[in-house]
């Protein structure tokens, strides 16, 4: 009896053995057709990075410049992320410093009202060149940590005139390199400087960015080194990424795995709008019964061998003489024994609707926005359907605030706070510890970014109502996902309280009729 066998594709026996020592893992399979010539190039993160980025970060920041959806994914990461700013919400660990929850209280209310008059001074004295309020720098550098996986800012102090000597300057991350184009050594990755423990301690900064080398005293040669923090631990330069591997140093654009579908995407649409208005053109042809054989044999009896050239100018003559405009469309009479063709257009293409909804979602995907927000088209949602989008949404983009959060704005918040405390403008309450000694402590802040925004305003504000009075929320946090700080909530709710009862109305009334959802109407208030 023959046993059957399985062969491969040279035709050689397989036992089953040997099949499942070569292929333990199908995704590992060298002989499987689709995967045989997938074998990558196996790097470190940060080895990629070096020898890519400048090219991939050109062409993400160019697609920006000149791409309406690379444009608008940007926009609404910067819009949904930072918004207008952040506002500060301080809160002290009053179990570390060792004093009592109202005087930290006290603490974090000096806190913030100092750091609010600081960023939104009229002079923009926190930023060293004078043109934006600290919103305006943290949507700056957001947009750099999208564009180009990270934000680098360094951290001045300049008393010019304002409170505070505390000034931040944003740095394009393109200036971020290794002096000369020397290469990395284990205590140098891409202009960042390390310790031996792997930890970065200084970075190497360029004077100007290497395009501008046609600037007249330009010294983009020329790079200065910037410590991460002083000897007092005060920071100096700050450094904002989100490493995708272990040992990584350098930031990858948001944009990185999307680039090139988002090329095509961009060069599709502009194909087919180029199509659209050249078939939205009504174009017309002129026949004559007339080939060029039947007519030649028609006039070679007249043995006048330049007769099909005088007939061929005779009608170019006759259709310029002609010519009969009427309302901006020009009728032309026909020479003898012509007629006219129309074309018909064959755009817009029929399916061009659904790939570019496919490809579009695909690149919010990535980008962790929702279709809905990339392209404003909310034509095809329902509350239910938008409602779990957003959340979905909300929660991968509360992730990067925190993590934006804890790498930009705190070592800002920190520096500024140590000179504030120095100067006097926010008194510690007696007892607490030295500043340099706890400043975790002191720094414990959170930071309240744009509201999360109501799908349903009635719904949503019933259901926070309903987690209050349940305990399962806070009013603290439930303005806060509004974008609201709730002491200033409160606070103007007692003022408008008291308001109202000077003017002699009542506070407790409500705004609107209480609604009774399930009771019908008397028959006297039903409407005719």
Request: hydrophobic share 40%; with cysteine.
């Amino acid at each position: 009896m023959t046993v059957p066998q399985i062969i491969d594709q040279h035709g050689n026996p397989v036992s089953s053995g040997a099949r499942m020592v070569r292929e333990p893992y199908e995704g590992a399979s060298r002989v499987q057709r689709d995967l045989a010539g997938w074998i990558p190039y196996k790097t470190s993160g940060q080895a990629a990075l070096n020898f890519d980025r400048d090219l991939l970060t050109s062409r993400i920041q160019d697609m920006a410049r000149n791409d309406g959806w690379a444009s608008a994914g940007m926009d609404r990461l910067v819009d949904t992320v930072i918004g207008g700013g952040w506002r500060l919400s301080s809160k002290p660990n009053w179990r570390a410093l060792g004093i009592d929850p109202e005087a930290a209280f006290e603490l974090s209310s000096s806190i913030e009202a100092e750091w609010r008059d600081y960023v939104n001074h009229p002079g923009r004295y926190c930023d060293v060149t004078r043109e934006r309020v600290m919103g305006g720098q943290q949507a700056l550098a957001f947009r750099h940590r999208c564009l180009d996986g990270e934000a680098l800012a360094v951290i001045y102090y300049l008393p010019r005139g304002g409170d505070y000597g505390t000034s931040v300057n944003i740095i394009d991350p393109d200036r971020l390199s290794t002096p000369m184009a020397q290469l990395d050594s284990t205590r140098m990755r891409a202009g960042v400087e390390l310790d031996r423990h792997g930890a970065a301690v200084a970075y190497h900064i360029r004077k100007q960015h290497p395009a501008d080398d046609i600037l007249v005293g330009a010294d983009f040669n020329k790079w200065e080194r910037v410590l991460r923090e002083t000897r007092t631990g005060r920071p100096r330069c700050v450094h904002a990424f989100e490493a995708k591997r272990a040992g990584q140093r350098r930031g990858e654009p948001v944009f990185t795995p999307i680039l090139r579908k988002l090329r095509q995407v961009s060069k599709y649409d502009q194909f087919e709008l180029q199509a659209a208005a050249l078939n939205a053109v009504l174009a017309a042809f002129v026949t004559t019964p007339f080939d060029q054989e039947g007519l030649m044999e028609s006039l070679s009896g007249s043995g006048d061998s330049d007769l099909v050239k005088k007939y061929h100018q005779q009608q170019l003559a006759f259709h310029q003489q002609n010519p009969f405009v009427m309302d901006g469309a020009q009728i032309n009479f026909m020479h003898a024994g012509e007629k006219v063709d129309l074309s018909k257009p064959a755009h817009p293409n029929a399916v061009f609707d659904a790939f570019m909804r496919v490809a579009l979602r695909n690149i919010a995907s990535a980008l962790g926005l929702s279709y809905e927000q990339l392209t404003m088209d909310w034509s095809q949602v329902n509350y239910s359907s938008a409602r779990a989008a957003l959340l979905e949404v909300w929660r991968g983009l509360t992730a990067r605030k925190t993590n934006f959060a804890a790498t930009f704005m705190q070592p800002i918040f920190m520096a500024w706070l140590e000179e504030a405390i120095a100067i006097g403008r926010v008194a510690l309450p007696t007892g607490a510890p030295p500043f340099r000694e706890y400043r975790a402590a002191y720094c414990t802040a959170d930071w309240i970014g744009p509201g999360r925004g109501w799908v349903d305003p009635q719904k949503e504000a019933d259901a926070a109502v309903t987690r209050i009075d349940a305990g399962l929320s806070t009013l603290e946090r439930e303005c806060a996902e509004q974008g609201l700080d709730w002491v200033d909530v409160a606070e103007q709710r007692a003022r408008e309280r008291d308001k109202l009862k000077e003017l002699g109305l009542e506070p407790d009334a409500p705004l609107r009729p209480t609604q009774t959802r399930d009771r019908p109407m008397p028959d006297d208030q039903v409407a005719a």
